[in-house]
């Protein structure tokens, strides 16, 4: 349990002590309105409590992403929780905060937006398909789950089911913020947190110990950890969803102090979430072996629900129920919002936003592919969302480290991240059987040349700057 409860306090030291780190290479300033207020419009923009926006913040994040993923992540044994906290501290939690506090800056701009504004118009364009391709995989992901345990559990049909799921996503997608997810995702986060902190204590008064990393299990037999650990630890870690909906909570922040409390403190609490199941998969299979087994049997689900139930006894199936139907459903329609969104700033030269009738018709245009594909076989596509994601994630990271190039701040708390995050992009789709499925040593190869590449062009960019800003001083001495 040692390197468990180490784990689980630096997690909380990273927050205490990087996150105001973080904040001041950042330099917040409350006397600085917030678009809450100077955009102020009843629907997106509208001022809430920072706590109100922490919980749905950790909702819009969270879902069943560090669950299921840590889950399957517990495959890897004790090592995933090195990666937890490192990828959430100094990747997750900096790409999170500056997401959500850059897009506040910038009057509650959506992240293809700030892309745009950062790393130019050619990889804008490229990053509103990735996003939005990536939130109609998620969403539609994340819908027939709960459909079809809605119809075993009712009479309804899985049809049905998803009928009134996509309906709740329509009414959560064009109703002011402050109407529905305002006042469900509170309840909502506040069961997603209980069920972690009951999962944790059963965990520690239980009768199997939580296994530590040593030296003879920290490489899980043939499964190499490099890159795909950090694939399939995505929420937790380090995971692109996550800059699609900052921009949500930015619209509605009373001042920039909010901002660390909660874009970087959903981040480490998603990172603790993480942790414990992580925690749960390791130990109550016995090994990788049993909790390999479980995933073949029932897959995520499955596990979740046989853990729940065992540890927790009719508390445990209730909340089971309950996670695997709210968790996923929280993440789509938060999806399906972020998708409209998106669209109506892409169209804003076009299209007034404020139009009646624009709002529903921006969010039928994603709620239709979201809806088809979740009716399909999603198995193949459901292979590059995790791929795609970290590309996301990437990115968003480069555009942090180009907004504090600019600003004259100190960029390597995203460069080195955004470094290495290129490193796991550029060698995992080389690898994987949903990539090119080369070599692991020719994938390794091909990984390392390009981010090489990249590092030369942020090098180049570094000195650049520089240049710029002793032509600068020249200038105003003369």
Known sequence: MVTFFAALFLLVAGYAVYSKVVERVFVIDDHQKTPAYTQHDGMDFVPMSWWKGSLIQLLNIAGLGPIFGAV????????????????????????????GMLSLRHGGAQYPTLVGRYLGKGVKGAINVISIVLMILVAAAFTAGPAQLIAQITPLSF????????????????????????????????????MAAAIGAALLFGDKPIPNLTFENLHPGELPIWPLLMVTISCGAISGFHCTQSPIVARTMKKESEGRKIFYGAMVAEGVIALIWAAAGMTFFGGTEGLQGALAAGGPA???????????????????????????????????????????????????????????????????????????????????VGWTNQVVATVMLWTAVSYMLKEGKAHLIAGVPALFMTGVVCTYIFYAPEGFAMDYTISMAIGSVLTAAVAGIYVWQIIRHKRSEVNEVTVRSA
């Open 72 to 99: 399957a992540g517990a495959l890897y044994g004790p090592v995933a929780f090195i990666w937890i906290v490192i990828g959430c501290i100094f990747a997750g939690a900096v790409h999170d905060y500056f997401s």
């Open 159 to 194: 049809m049905a089911a998803l009928v009134l799921v996509f309906v709740y996503f329509l009414l959560a997608a064009i109703l002011p913020v402050n109407k529905v997810i305002g006042k469900i995702y509170p309840i909502f986060g506040a069961i997603l947190i209980f």
């Open 302 to 384: 499955g596990v979740v629900n046989e853990i729940s139930t065992s540890l927790l006894g009719t508390l445990g199936g209730i909340l089971a129920v309950l996670g695997v139907i709210i968790l996923p459903i929280t993440t789509g329609d938060t999806a399906l919002r972020s998708s409209r969104m998106m669209l109506t700033e892409m169209a804003s030269k076009w299209v007034n936003p404020e139009k009646k009738g624009v709002a529903l018709a921006f969010t039928l245009v994603v709620a239709a592919p979201m809806f088809f594909l979740s009716t399909i076989d999603y198995t193949f596509l459901w292979r590059y």
